[in-house]
């Protein structure tokens, strides 16, 4: 009977340990995913800053087809997609929070588990 508990012990720890990796890798995604919609919030800030000093023609590149237009509709659409992209960074941080709690609160159950011995090294 002890024996079939210990099994079942193990297996539930196996799940456990399994669940923390791919908790990992999604934070991992996450990490990049936030990085990237940082990294366009600045570029998009440096084209703002760009266009509020241009003076002459103004090009827009639209599904690979670079367009003539005016400042002003230039500088609307790096507004509104600046905007966008501080949208999708609010929602990938609140993701990332609550990836990253998730997997502290599995990662104690884990230790937890390994203090009180349930967990041996190396399977059953």
Do not use: C, H, W
Not at 81 to 106: C, D, M, P, V, Y
């Amino acid at each position: 009977m002890a024996a079939q508990q210990d099994q079942t012990d193990q297996a539930e720890i196996e799940k456990m340990i399994r669940e923390y990796q791919m908790l990992q890798e999604q934070l991992r995604n996450a990490a990049v995913q936030l990085d990237q919609f940082q990294s366009a919030k600045a570029d998009l800030s440096r084209a703002q800053e760009e266009l509020g000093k241009a003076s002459g023609k103004i090009y827009l590149t639209i599904g690979g087809v670079i367009v003539e237009t005016s400042k002003e509709k230039a500088l609307n659409d790096v507004k509104e997609r600046a905007e966008l992209t501080e949208i999708r960074i609010g929602s990938a941080n609140k993701q990332f929070a609550e990836l990253r709690a998730r997997e502290k609160q599995l990662g104690e159950k884990l230790s937890q588990a390994y203090q009180q011995g349930r967990a041996k090294p190396g399977g059953a």
